[in-house]
């Protein structure tokens, strides 16, 4: 069926590492993929997107990867800040309208 | 710019009674939705409005109704609330659906956290 799953249900970075984030999607016919970030009492805030017509795109401290061929799908964070912990979603579309998400990967920085 | 405000930020409900989630975005978007998020769920998608005038159901309805009231707000309803409906509930928007022609992510609001007793 359609699901979009993260490896690690947590992740424990210490400060000034990097981050990678991995995300396995099962729908091969997905086409645009969203990494999200939700703090505590928070909404998700939205921090890159991806299309299937591309295999890399970089934000600000960020880095997304697509993997189509075995369908996985990763964030990179550089430089990984107190400011950064949070729970990361990845979403992928599954049709036109809905956004399926995954569980979440809580991601703690070490002092 | 505010985004996404939903009201109330907090609400407790006696099985059996209802109320209104409200929802207002001033981004001039044309799509909006409501999530619930449920721990260890991730985010389910329950109504969507493609755009001002139109609603439909998203994987989660039952129990909700929804009215897009214009083109800035869109409301979820609980007409008899039950204890499986506590949870949090996010509503979203975006310039057009997901899967459109453009990148359209969804932006979020802080949410309500509802209990049903």
């Known amino acids: 069926g359609e699901s979009v799953g993260l490896h690690l249900p947590t992740l424990s970075v210490q400060e000034g590492d990097n981050s990678i984030i991995n995300c396995a999607y099962s729908n091969s016919a997905s086409d645009y993929f969203i990494w999200y970030k939700q703090e505590s009492g928070k909404g998700p805030q939205f921090i890159i997107d991806?299309?299937?017509?591309?295999d890399k795109r970089q934000g600000q401290r960020v880095t997304v990867l697509l993997n189509k061929t075995v369908k996985h799908l990763s964030l990179q964070i550089a430089a990984t800040q107190p400011g950064d912990s949070a729970v990361y979603f990845c979403?992928?579309?599954?049709?036109?309208?809905?956004?399926?998400f995954g569980a979440g990967t809580t991601v703690t920085v070490r002092a | 710019n505010a985004g996404v405000t939903q009201t109330p930020k907090f609400q407790v409900l006696k099985t059996g009674q209802s109320m209104t989630l409200q929802c207002a975005q001033d981004m001039n978007h044309n799509s909006m939705y409501w999530y619930r998020q449920d721990p260890g769920m991730g985010l389910r998608l329950i109504y969507y409005?493609?755009?001002?005038?139109?609603?439909d159901k998203g994987e989660v309805p039952n129990g909700y109704n929804v009215s897009r009231l214009n083109k800035r707000e869109f409301s979820l309803r609980l007409e008899s609330a039950a204890p499986s409906q506590t949870s949090v509930y996010f509503c979203a928007s975006s310039e057009a659906l997901p899967a459109s022609s453009y990148n359209s992510p969804l932006h979020f609001g802080n949410g309500t956290r509802l209990t049903v007793t």
């Open positions: 991806i299309r299937s017509n591309m």
């Open positions: 409005s493609a755009s001002e005038g139109t609603t």
């Open positions: 979403a992928e579309t599954t049709n036109d309208y809905k956004l399926s």
